[in-house]
């Protein structure tokens, strides 16, 4: 077709100028990101080779390592939001006919039930209501059960608010030769997290909770108990973009390029686990648990019960029980149509009986429950 006689007009259109509305996001993520985190995210970029960003690649793996509590040296940003992460961890350290081990109490032990089916594994499960966590003697009777190459719990359920226990489960998991997988996308940078000390063989993270970075790039950590796994591999992983054999180069020593690294997502961890560094992560777990419970106290005036026991709660994400009579879905609504606050219903077995109300990184602050439990009592109040 000549290029000068085509119908071009047909595509035309106009778009206004963006213009997004000042939400305060106290849902389950992502969390409002940090002033100086969106500040560093609009710098210039260079490229993914260049010797300052190899620098910077350095530095966020330093931060990571700090951060997690971890000398692993293969602890790294993955392209990608938390779900790649996840991935990742599965896709590297799985093989077909494995047996992978899951503690599913939430939706996000379901979503790891699927992922290692995906990858050929021979799944496992064992489950509790979703709220409930799993102590010692039963993840004990799992593994002697199941004797299985994995097991994965989520340290943070996102869609419950249950922190689950580790310090118990890799000394296990040493006990019974196999790894430990944690999902801690919940938890980094807000919940105490030691992942040497514990001994969790690998983890994986997003940036959009607890760090106060947009969603966008995530994290990755292999032990050397991990890595040996992953090196005896007898099949090549099963996934081109997230196999450490290749990205692993890349943040390695070798620098080799694997795909283009999404520079200015780089740029925006960087700041995020600076400002976690600056903070310490003594005091930032303290600010975190302090401002939980001045939430968990305020709704108990408001007549509003948790749904998790307190000594398993998150600082990090609370699982409010709606009450009788009222429609979860409405007041969530008004909050957001006239306050601009951001809370979240329930997934799974508990969409429609709980609101997820998160505190996490830059947003975990008193002034924000305040203002939340007032506008929540007076819709509330509308509502019932």
Not at 3 to 28: K, V
Not at 66 to 79: G, H
Not at 174 to 183: N, P, Q, S
Not at 298 to 323: I, N, Q, S
Request: proline fraction near 5%.
């Amino acid at each position: 077709m000549n290029r000068q006689s085509a119908d071009i007009s047909r595509f035309q259109t106009e778009i206004g100028q963006l213009d997004l509305p000042p939400r305060l996001l106290l849902g389950p993520g992502p969390s409002n990101a940090h002033p100086r985190v969106l500040q560093a995210i609009g710098m210039r970029q260079v490229g993914h080779l260049d010797p300052r960003f190899i620098e910077l690649m350095n530095e966020i793996q330093e931060l990571l390592r700090y951060t997690w509590q971890t000398e692993n040296r293969v602890t790294i940003p993955v392209s990608g939001t938390g779900s790649a992460a996840m991935e990742a961890s599965l896709a590297n350290l799985v093989e077909p006919d494995d047996v992978v081990l899951v503690g599913v109490n939430g939706y996000f032990g379901e979503r790891l039930v699927d992922m290692a089916g995906r990858y050929g594994a021979d799944v496992r499960r064992i489950d509790k209501p979703w709220g409930e966590v799993f102590d010692a003697d039963e993840l004990r009777s799992a593994l002697e059960e199941h004797r299985p190459a994995i097991l994965a719990l989520v340290h943070a359920e996102t869609s419950t608010g249950a922190r689950q226990p580790l310090e118990e489960a890799g000394k296990l998991c040493r006990e019974h030769d196999c790894l430990l997988l944690a999902d801690t996308v919940t938890s980094l940078g807000g919940v105490p997290l030691l992942i040497d000390e514990w001994g969790v063989d690998a983890a994986y993270s997003g940036s959009q909770k607890c760090l106060s970075c947009p969603p966008g790039i995530s994290m990755l950590t292999l032990s050397k108990r991990a890595m040996e796994k992953f090196d005896q591999r007898k099949t090549k992983v099963p996934n081109w973009y997230l196999d450490m054999s290749m990205v692993g180069k890349y943040w390695g020593s070798e620098r080799t390029y694997h795909h283009t690294a999404p520079i200015n997502m780089n740029y925006a961890l960087r700041e995020a686990l600076r400002l976690v560094a600056e903070e310490g992560l003594d005091a930032r777990w303290e600010r975190h648990k302090k401002n939980a419970a001045l939430l968990w106290d305020g709704l108990k005036d408001l007549g509003l019960e948790c749904h998790v026991a307190p000594e398993y709660r998150l600082p990090t994400l609370t699982t409010v029980k709606v009450p009788d009579g009222v429609d979860s879905k409405e007041v969530s609504q008004i909050l957001l149509s006239e306050y601009n606050i951001e809370i979240a219903a329930g997934l799974g077995e508990l969409a429609g009986k709980v609101w997820r109300i998160g505190l996490m990184g830059f947003n975990s602050r008193p002034e924000n429950v305040e203002l939340l439990l007032a506008t929540l009592e007076n819709v509330l109040e509308r509502n019932q």
